[in-house]
């Protein structure tokens, strides 16, 4: 999932586009490409998530009975919109008209049920993913970092390990491996996962980010700051997720410029500001009252969204 490879992706399904406009598949498959280059920070999310909406709501009116296509509209509706009722709503749908499809309830999970904190259902609809999918790189990713979150950090890394096992060089499982091996301060662990990652995809702008995160959390404050200052100098340039930032100030002890950087997350409709109600970078926010005032902003605060069934 490189940006050489999305963009490769994106091509493609331009492709089919040209030679059969009324191809709902490919209208969906477009989207599903721009979307992740907004999640991952490839490209800005406003720039990201408003074309991908554009395509996957073709591929709808084309065809309404395309499961994934409400799946990936229901993913695009929580991470940019914060639409929960819309967003699980048509992940729902996507479940019913096809319940044997794994994409769906990973994406019902990881998209939905884990941002509202619906944290021990995520975990469920991801294993039922995974039974459907034993061989997805994605889902067992989606599996680990849920462990993550619950603070079952050897069941992570295990998940991780698995993921390698399959694929070697996928970059992400060995930038989120690292980020564990630091809450169990394993911080050379941590530090060799990153340098692995940077070798699977020199373009990946996050590890930079969770490196010196962990830099701070190992004590090497003054590394970490220098690493801060040239990412905070970089994103004046490029797009930087400002949540990853938020991750550095956050374990340097600086509240202030966290939230400052989570504001701005939440102004660049950061998909990664997802993770504010549950990833455990932020335990140390959760008692400032910015904390909570930010989960209003994105519709989670009070109480949770409301809840429909799955079957």
């Known amino acids: 999932m490189t940006r050489e490879g999305l963009d490769a992706s994106r091509r493609m399904f331009e492709e089919a586009i040209r030679l059969d406009p ?12 721009w979307y992740l280059e907004g999640f991952l920070g490839f490209v800005a999310p406003k720039e990201a998530m408003p074309r991908a909406k554009t395509a996957v709501r073709r591929a709808i009116e084309l065809d309404e009975t395309v499961a994934e296509a409400h799946a990936t509209l229901g993913v695009i509706l929580a991470i940019y919109d914060w639409d929960w009722a819309g967003a699980e709503r048509e992940l729902l749908r996507s479940i019913e008209l096809n319940g044997a499809s794994p994409v769906c309830r990973d994406g019902y999970a990881f998209y939905y049920l884990r941002p509202v904190g619906r944290i021990e ?67 050379d662990e941590a530090i060799a996962c990153y340098a692995r990652a940077r070798d699977a995809d020199s373009n990946s702008k ?59 997350a939440v102004f660049d409709r950061d998909p990664n500001i997802l993770g504010l109600r549950s990833n455990p970078i932020f335990d140390d926010l959760r008692t400032d009252p910015r904390y909570h005032a930010i989960l209003r902003k994105m519709r989670l605060e009070p109480g949770r969204p409301s809840s429909l069934s799955v079957s």
Do not use: W
């Open 121 to 187: 259902e995520a975990v469920s609809e991801t294993q039922q993913a995974l039974s459907l999918d034993p061989l997805s790189i994605l889902f067992r990713v989606h599996l680990a970092f849920l462990f993550y979150v619950q603070h079952k950090f050897e069941h992570s890394i295990a998940q991780f390990r698995k993921v390698l096992e399959m694929s070697p060089q996928y970059y992400l499982a060995h930038a989120m491996m690292g980020n564990v091996h630091t809450f169990l301060g394993q911080y």
């Open 22 to 33: 009324n191809y709902a598949l490919a209208h969906d498959g477009l989207a599903y490409t």
């Open 206 to 264: 996050f590890v930079d980010s969770l490196e010196a995160m962990t830099l701070a959390m190992a004590g090497r404050r003054a590394e970490a700051a220098t690493r801060l200052d040239i990412i905070s100098q970089r994103a004046a340039n490029d797009y930087i997720s400002p949540v990853s930032i938020a991750y550095i100030c956050t374990k340097l002890g600086d509240k202030d410029r966290a939230f400052e950087n989570l504001d701005r």
